[in-house]
Antibody, heavy 118, light 108 residues
């Protein structure tokens, strides 16, 4: 069974750095694109980007390019989303997602709430 | 990049109604389109992939159609469990996998 288990909620201050994680299991982590979707409070879903763990290729949405860093460590089957300097507008739920072989996103993590205060 | 426009943004309907949600793309692409359902406080759930393929376990009252730049999600007879927010998403390679802005399906 495919499982994506995300790290817990975070409360941070503006300007701080943060990494959240997504531990994958139940499949060969190396060969499926895995990435992140943002949902700001009361708003819709925004695709941020994905990475292919086997060769570390990363594809970002232009809206998030330069704002976050997506990475994956295939040795521990874990994907990461990193901010070097958080802003209050980064307050959102972040979902880890796995793409099915060039297709849709069947598998989602439980979400990680990130709250950033000024 | 491909932009996805969903309509309507809100839809009021009654149990038993037939409803249709439309998703229009800024560029034509093959049927690399998915539909998701999200309930309040919940994780999005895949309903339809490849434009019209019903995900395993999803009731047959849900259906998807379309190609090119216009796609639709139809619920043939609304059930109480269907009141939620629905999103389309394209996943063609070479472009960000953008979501539509969502359609909130409310009880009339």
């Amino acid at each position: 069974e495919v499982q994506l288990v995300q790290s817990g909620a975070e409360v941070k201050k503006s300007g701080e750095s943060l990494s959240i994680s997504c531990k994958a299991s139940g499949y060969d982590f190396r060969y499926f694109w895995i990435g992140w979707v943002r949902q700001m409070p009361g708003k819709g879903l925004e695709w941020m980007g994905i990475t292919y763990p086997d060769d570390s290729e990363i594809r970002y949405s232009p809206s998030f390019q330069g704002q976050v860093t997506i990475s994956a460590d295939k040795s521990i089957t874990t994907a990461y989303l990193h901010w070097s300097s958080l802003k209050p507008s980064d307050t959102a739920i972040y979902y880890c997602v796995r793409q099915d072989g060039g297709s849709s996103y069947r598998h989602w993590g439980q979400g990680t709430l990130v709250t950033v205060s000024s | 990049d491909i932009q996805m426009t969903q309509s309507p943004s809100t839809l009021s309907a009654s149990v038993g109604d037939r409803v249709t949600i439309t998703c229009r793309a800024s560029q034509s692409f093959y049927t690399w389109l998915a539909w998701y359902q999200q309930k309040p406080g919940g994780v999005p759930k895949l309903l339809i992939l490849k434009g019209s393929v019903l995900e395993s376990g999803v009731p047959s009252r849900f259906s998807g159609s379309g190609s090119g730049t216009e796609f639709t999600l139809t619920i043939s007879s609304l059930q109480p469990d269907d009141f939620a927010t629905y999103y389309c998403q394209h996943y063609s390679s070479g472009s960000p996998h953008t979501f539509g802005q969502g359609t909130k399906l409310e009880i009339k």
